[in-house]
C-alpha cells in the first residue's frame, strides 16, 4: 500500500489541504481540529514556527502539529490549555494503518534536510502514545516514554443523575446537602460577556496563577457558545461572584475545561455546589457519556470520577545527529529509574 507525504509550515496551507476533514463536523475532540492548532499558534505558541506533516494513503490521513524551537527541536503543537495531545486522523483508519501512516511520519521527520534532532510530545493518551512510540522506533528513532500527568474520566454508563450521586462519598453528598440555600446557580449554554466578565474575577481572586492567554480562553468559548455546546457555570452568594466553571459538551463527552472559586467564600463550598449542579446537567440534560476531568492528579478528583489514566511524554530522539544523544541518554536513564503510579 502506497503512502505519501507532505510538510506545511503555514496553517492556511493545511486548511486548504485539509478541505474541511478537520474542522468540527469531521474531529469529534476540541483539541483535534484546526481552529484549536489556529487558536493556540496565534495565543500561545510553543515555537519559532509551526511544522505539520501529513501522511496519507487511500482513504485515510494522518497529521502532527509540531513547532519548531532552537537547535534542531520539535515539540508538540499544544499548551496548558491542551488537554491530550496526538496525531490527528480522517477516514476513521484502523490501528494498523495508523501504525503505517505514523510510520511515514516518522520516516519524513528523520530526513537530514530538516535538520531534527529531537521531537518533544505531551500530553499524550496511552493508547496514542503506544503507537507513536512503536511507530517512530521501527523508523529508527530512539523513543521513550514517561508519565507526563493524568486524566480522570467518568463513565456514566446510562445511569441517570441519582444513581451516579448515590455513589459519590457520603462526606460530599454531605457537604451539597448541608451547604444549599445561600449560593445560587446558573448555567449558560450560550456565550454572555456579563457572565463571562464574572468568570474573570472569580478566576483572578482564585488561588490559581494568571492566566497564561485570556484571549485564547474567551475566543474558545465564544466559538463554543455559537456551536451549542459551552456549558459556562456561575455560583453566586448575594450577587457576588465567588465559583465558575466552564465545560464543553459534544458528542457524548463532557470536558471540564476550567474551574475556579473565591477563597474568602470557601466555607460556603460554591465550587462542590456548582460542580454537582453541572454534574446533574451533563448527565440528565446533556445526555452524556462521558465526563473527562481534563489533566491533573487533584486529589479532589476521585471523590467525582470512577477512572483515572496516565497521559504521557514522549520523548523522540534522532540518533543519526550526534546532538541527540545526550538527551537520548538522560532521558534513558530517566525511564529506567522512574516508575508510574497505576492504582
Not at 126 to 132: F, K, V
Not at 261 to 267: D, I, K, Q, T, Y
Request: aromatic share 10%.
Amino acid at each position: 500500500m502506497w503512502v505519501k507525504g507532505e510538510y506545511f509550515d503555514d496553517l492556511d496551507a493545511v486548511a486548504a489541504t485539509a478541505r474541511a476533514t478537520l474542522d468540527r463536523p469531521a474531529q469529534p475532540s476540541p483539541f483535534d481540529r484546526l481552529e484549536w492548532f489556529r487558536r493556540t499558534w496565534a495565543c500561545c505558541p510553543p515555537g519559532a514556527a509551526p511544522l505539520v506533516v501529513r501522511t496519507r494513503t487511500e482513504g485515510a490521513d494522518a497529521w502532527l502539529f509540531l513547532a519548531r524551537q532552537a537547535r534542531g527541536r520539535l515539540v508538540a503543537l499544544a499548551s496548558w490549555y491542551t488537554l491530550a495531545f496526538a496525531p490527528v486522523y480522517s477516514g476513521a483508519p484502523d490501528a494498523a494503518l495508523k501504525r503505517r501512516l505514523l510510520r511515514a511520519v516518522a520516516r519524513r521527520l528523520r530526513v537530514a534536510s530538516l535538520g531534527i534532532a529531537r521531537i518533544t510530545l505531551s500530553p499524550v493518551p496511552a493508547d496514542e502514545a503506544a503507537l507513536l512510540a512503536a511507530a517512530f522506533r521501527r523508523a529508527g528513532w530512539l523513543a521513550v516514554s514517561t508519565p507526563a500527568t493524568v486524566n480522570w474520566r467518568l463513565p456514566v454508563a446510562g445511569r441517570v443523575f441519582a444513581e451516579y450521586w448515590a455513589a459519590r462519598p457520603g462526606a460530599l453528598r454531605a457537604t451539597v446537602e448541608r451547604k444549599q440555600g445561600r449560593v445560587a446557580i446558573r448555567i449558560l449554554d450560550h456565550f454572555d460577556a456579563d457572565t463571562w466578565a464574572a468568570y474573570e474575577q472569580v478566576y483572578a481572586a482564585s488561588w490559581k496563577p494568571a492566566e497564561g492567554a485570556p484571549a485564547f480562553l474567551r475566543g474558545f468559548a465564544e466559538d463554543e457558545g455559537a456551536a451549542g455546546t459551552l456549558r459556562l457555570g456561575l455560583a453566586e452568594i448575594d450577587g457576588r461572584p465567588v465559583a465558575a466553571q466552564l465545560w464543553t459538551v459534544e458528542n457524548g463527552t463532557a470536558v471540564i475545561h476550567k474551574l475556579a472559586h473565591v477563597e474568602e467564600a470557601v466555607e460556603h463550598s460554591p465550587g462542590t455546589l456548582l460542580s454537582a449542579a453541572l454534574f446533574a446537567h451533563a448527565i440528565d440534560a446533556d445526555g452524556v457519556q462521558t465526563v473527562d476531568f481534563g489533566t491533573g492528579d487533584d486529589g479532589y478528583k476521585a471523590d467525582w470520577m470512577e477512572e483515572r489514566h496516565l497521559l504521557y511524554r514522549i520523548e523522540l530522539f534522532n540518533l543519526r545527529r550526534p546532538s541527540a544523544w545526550p538527551g537520548a541518554a538522560r532521558a534513558r536513564l530517566s525511564a529506567l529509574v522512574r516508575r508510574p503510579r497505576v492504582d
